[in-house]
Nanobody
Framework: QVHLVESGGGSVQPGGSLTVSCVAS????????VNWYRQAPGEQRELVAA???????NYSDSVKGRFAIYRDGTKNTVYLQMNSLKPEDTAVYYC???????????????WGQGTQVTVSS
């Protein structure tokens, strides 16, 4: 079994910074790509950042230049550093990863439970 656990969410004022993390644990052989999604109330889930196993990164236009995704491979942890936060960044942030388990031939997608980020004055 594989588990993803997010942490680090909270409340911050506009212009502030916050870093959320995603820890993968369990019977993991290899993590291919890790994505951060977010979902605001009444909105569809949106992909905001992604990082591959070789370190390639992609960002949505709405966060480019403000957010940074990076990983610590030794700890199976991916971080999303969020700077210059705006009220429209308020959402539940979800970690999603494509992971190959030991003994499996094909990878699967896994989701964390989400962590709330609120940007408000």
């Amino acid at each position: 079994q594989v588990h993803l656990v997010e942490s680090g969410g909270g409340s911050v004022q506009p212009g502030g910074s916050l870093t959320v993390s995603c820890v993968a644990s369990g019977n993991i052989f290899h993590i291919n790509v890790v994505n951060w999604y977010r979902q605001a109330p009444g909105e569809q889930r949106e992909l905001v950042a992604a990082i591959t196993d070789v370190g390639n990164r992609n960002y949505s236009d709405s966060v480019k230049g403000r957010f940074a995704i990076y990983r610590d491979g030794t700890k199976n942890t991916v971080y999303l550093q969020m700077n210059s936060l705006k009220p429209e960044d308020t959402a539940v942030y979800y970690c999603n990863a494509n992971i190959l388990r030991r003994g499996s031939y094909l990878p699967n997608n896994y989701w964390g439970q989400g962590t709330q980020v609120t940007v408000s004055s």
